[in-house]
């Protein structure tokens, strides 16, 4: 336990604030880690758990596929973790220019982390970080782990920020119902936040909060899952098509729509 809180606090050394937007209407900041980014509150606690209870004399391998701000969250939460080494897939020409140079600044002959581009989009690299894992030989050769959502150990520490965004907005809003909206893409973070209201914490409703790559609201508008190839978009970090965390939710839901769509 002792371990465990060491490794939480060092990861989890930035604030994140709960902000009036207007009234009745807060922000929660997820924007104050070294990347900017929400995804460095599940990546920087990853890695050190990870640290701290792997003894394999084999380096894993961290394999990881992004639209944008998921390599950048786990190349820096990584970078000279010992006993590590991290492959980060990007799609060519579908990140921001920011997102890029964070992804590709650890890039040395003798460092731990290295992105690579795709000819292609989040979901080609998401199917071939699938189809590593799906393969045997490579898995005889190499220690591999994800770092993507389908990693439960990225969903786990991102239920945090969900207790701690209830917690402040009890002590400004006390009694009042509380609705989260979560901009999603593979859908990692609303998991994280269904699995924290499965586990007790008082959320009346989610809003899930999508760009044109809307399968999940096209679902529970109609019943039918239908993935398809993603739409570039300004929002890149969105732009999943097939996103792998519904199965997830499907799960959760025991398939049933109605129970769902009640969420």
């Known amino acids: 336990a002792a371990i465990c809180e060491a490794v939480v606090a060092e990861a ?46 084999q380096p894993l391998t961290v394999l990881a596929a992004t639209s944008g701000d998921t390599g950048s969250a786990v190349a820096h939460a990584f970078h000279g973790v010992p006993h590590t080494r991290v492959v980060i897939l990007y799609p060519d020409g579908r990140v921001s220019p920011t997102q890029e140079a964070q992804l590709t600044m650890f890039n040395s002959e003798d460092g731990n982390v290295r992105a690579y581009a795709v000819d292609g989009s989040f979901d080609d690299c998401h199917r071939l970080t699938k189809d590593a894992f799906a393969n045997a030989e490579v898995r005889r050769e190499v220690r591999l782990t994800s770092a993507n959502s389908v990693n439960i150990g990225r969903l786990l520490p991102q239920m945090v920020y969900y207790f701690h965004a209830v917690a402040q907005a009890a002590r400004m809003r006390p009694g009042a119902e509380i609705r989260v909206c ?82």
Not at 12 to 22: A, K, Y
Not at 35 to 41: C, I, N, S
Not at 185 to 213: D, E, H, M, S, Y
């Open 12 to 57: 989890l050394n930035f604030p994140i604030p709960l902000v009036e937007v207007q009234p009745g209407i807060y922000a929660l900041e997820l924007f104050h880690g070294p990347t900017l980014a929400f995804k460095d509150v599940g990546a920087r606690t990853m890695a050190r758990l990870m640290a701290s209870v792997d003894t394999g004399e």
């Open 182 to 263: 979560t901009p999603s893409g593979n859908f990692g973070n609303l998991t994280a936040g269904l699995i924290a209201k499965r586990a007790g914490l008082p959320i009346a409703q989610f809003v899930a909060a999508t760009n044109l790559n809307d399968v999940v609201p096209s679902y529970l508008a109609t019943g039918l899952f239908s993935p398809r190839a993603s739409v570039q978009t300004i929002a890149n970090a969105m732009d999943v098509g097939h996103p792998s965390n519904f199965e997830r939710m499907r799960w959760l839901y025991n398939d049933d729509l109605a129970a769902m769509r009640k969420d």
